[in-house]
């Protein structure tokens, strides 16, 4: 994990949005998020290529607040949360699960996340702006 700025971070999400896209989160989230004692970052890659921003609950769960790459399409969010998942087993007291929410939209998430064992363990109805329902899951370490 490395000491990171909330600017840096707000260009990996961007670098890997469509063109004309907007980020989900300001640069004002991510300040907010780096102030609290909580927040960790876990970073990936050469430059590096992503991050995955997270807290670590008191109930051994860790939980991805946001996460972001530079190319998405090619690969690197699976080896990213693959190479995180091993980082957190490594750890001396390591999370017993991780757990996320994604839009039941975001159908290109929703594959890697089943992909990497993620499993449905709720749902949280018009969370999003857009009115989308986040899906809440969750997996075993």
Do not use: C
């Not at 039941?104 to 702006?129: H, I, S």
């Amino acid at each position: 994990m490395a000491p990171l700025n909330p600017e840096w971070l707000y260009v990996i999400e961007q670098s890997g949005l469509p063109v004309g896209s907007l980020p989900r989160w300001s640069l004002e989230n991510y300040r907010t998020e780096l102030e609290s004692l909580e927040s960790k970052v876990f970073t990936w890659g050469e430059g590096p290529q992503g991050f995955v921003l997270y807290r670590s609950l008191p109930d051994a769960e860790a939980w991805v607040m946001h996460l972001a790459v530079r190319d998405k399409g090619r690969g690197q969010g699976e080896r990213m949360l693959e190479a995180w998942i091993e980082d957190l087993r490594s750890q001396e007291e390591p999370p017993k699960t991780v757990a996320l929410e994604v839009s039941d939209l975001n159908l290109a998430a929703l594959g890697l996340y089943r992909k990497l064992r993620f499993d449905e363990v709720g749902r949280r109805r018009g969370y999003y702006p857009d009115g989308s329902t986040a899906l809440v899951m969750r997996r075993e370490l």
